[in-house]
């Protein structure tokens, strides 16, 4: 009878934590424009809080005083500002003029590209099946083109027979008659003109307040991180503080693994590209060379956003297989230094997660939060992996898997 209550209690335990979670996962879910911004707040808080605590811990000239820590921010946020603006500086004359290489090679080999379609067109129109679906297309867009004509010019007719017989009988002038025909244009224009502009003010103005809300909730937590951790732990409860102690400890090297070693792997792998991509001569060398240096932050799937766009504008600078040879071996020499060297020196210890593992993170990251979520997909895994092998070491040591 006994454990019959027992077991009575646990399955009512965890019914109660299934509807908990569901009901905690509605709320995310209503919520979750909100609850991102504040986790991307509390995330590019938690990378930058390290450089604002080695700021901090320096004494300010001609003092003995530390630096405060909104001076501290306020470098820090100078310096993110600074090397901003000298990306931009750099980078966007660099992608203008490469875009302007690019269309300048392909209005020249457009000719080309042409007798080469027209080529392939043609030996497929030499087919039964070709030769069918031309005629098909063909009579399709004609009766449709008919159509619309014929419509149109009815449409217009009755509504021109009409208003003639209203301006005939209210004697309405020429001029006017004249005039009332371009009304429509003018207005047309008009409303369209002060639609775009009620749109790209007001759409202009709900993305800077969100940036500057955004802005603000991260200084605030930059600001007050550490106190926000330890107001934290003073929640946890006193009997289970260290083992959850614990947990958060591993979540954080793991987190610091992947966040702040990963940036700089990045970093090397665009300084890599970078230099391969302007050596071979692509054009928008320095912007391929950050996508898909910083692409890698996305498992199996990110090289490709930098790796397919430089093999297209390497067909079309050059139209040889050689150069697009060139952009796979930059590309292979940048992917196996940083399996063999780059990460393994300044990320050190894996995640420890599965490829399959990682997959499945990145599937489901990316549905739910979208490219965001690709972003976040493995560092949100390793917080899964994390609270899963812990609650298997719980569940081996209940008295539910021993038997007893």
Not at 99 to 119: D, N
Not at 122 to 149: I, M, P, V, Y
Not at 361 to 385: D, M, R, T
Request: aromatic share 10%; hydrophobic share 50%.
């Amino acid at each position: 009878m006994e454990k019959q209550k027992i077991f009575e209690n646990v399955w009512i335990r965890t019914l109660s934590i299934f509807c908990a979670l569901a009901l905690f996962f509605a709320f995310c879910y209503f919520l979750k424009g909100i609850l991102i911004s504040l986790f991307l707040a509390f995330t590019i808080a938690y990378i930058f809080d390290p450089v604002v605590d080695f700021i901090s811990d320096r004494k300010l000239l001609f003092s003995k005083k530390c630096v405060p820590r909104g001076l501290a921010i306020a470098i820090l946020l100078t310096m993110v500002f600074l090397i901003a603006g000298g990306l931009l500086t750099y980078t966007v004359p660099k992608t203008v003029n490469g875009i302007q290489r690019v269309g300048t090679k392909l209005k020249s080999q457009y000719p080309k590209y042409q007798e080469q379609v027209v080529g392939v067109v043609d030996k497929f129109k030499g087919t039964e099946l070709g030769a069918f679906l031309k005629s098909q297309l063909e009579n399709k867009a004609g009766r449709e083109g008919n159509t619309d004509n014929l419509q149109q010019e009815n449409k217009e007719g009755k509504t021109s027979v009409a208003v003639s017989a209203a301006d005939e009988r209210f004697k309405v002038p020429q001029p006017i008659r004249n005039l009332r025909k371009h009304v429509p244009q003018v207005m047309n224009v008009v409303l369209g003109a002060v639609k775009d502009i009620f749109y790209s003010t007001f759409g202009f103005l709900g993305v800077i307040v969100n940036i500057i809300i955004f802005g603000v909730v991260t200084v605030y937590f930059l600001k007050d991180f550490d106190v926000i951790i330890s107001k934290g732990k003073e929640l946890l409860p006193s009997a289970k503080k260290d083992n959850i102690s614990g947990i958060f400890s591993r979540i954080d090297e793991n987190l610091k693994a992947f966040f702040r070693g990963q940036i700089t792997v990045c970093a090397i792998l665009s300084i890599i590209y970078g230099i391969g991509l302007t050596a071979i001569g692509i054009p928008m060398s320095f912007l391929l060379a950050l996508v898909g240096g910083f692409g890698n932050m996305i498992p199996y799937v990110g090289i490709g956003l930098g790796l397919v766009p430089a093999l297209i504008l390497a067909f079309i600078q050059f139209q040889d297989v050689s150069h697009m040879l060139l952009v796979g071996l930059v590309f292979g020499i940048g992917q196996f230094l940083e399996g063999t060297l780059i990460t393994p020196k300044v990320v050190g210890t894996k995640l420890g997660l599965n490829p399959v593992a990682i997959i499945l993170a990145i599937l489901i990251c990316g549905q739910l939060l979208g490219f965001l979520g690709l972003l976040l997909a493995v560092p949100i895994a390793s917080v899964a992996k994390v609270l899963i092998d812990e609650g298997i070491i719980k569940y081996k040591e209940s008295k539910l898997f021993k038997g007893s």
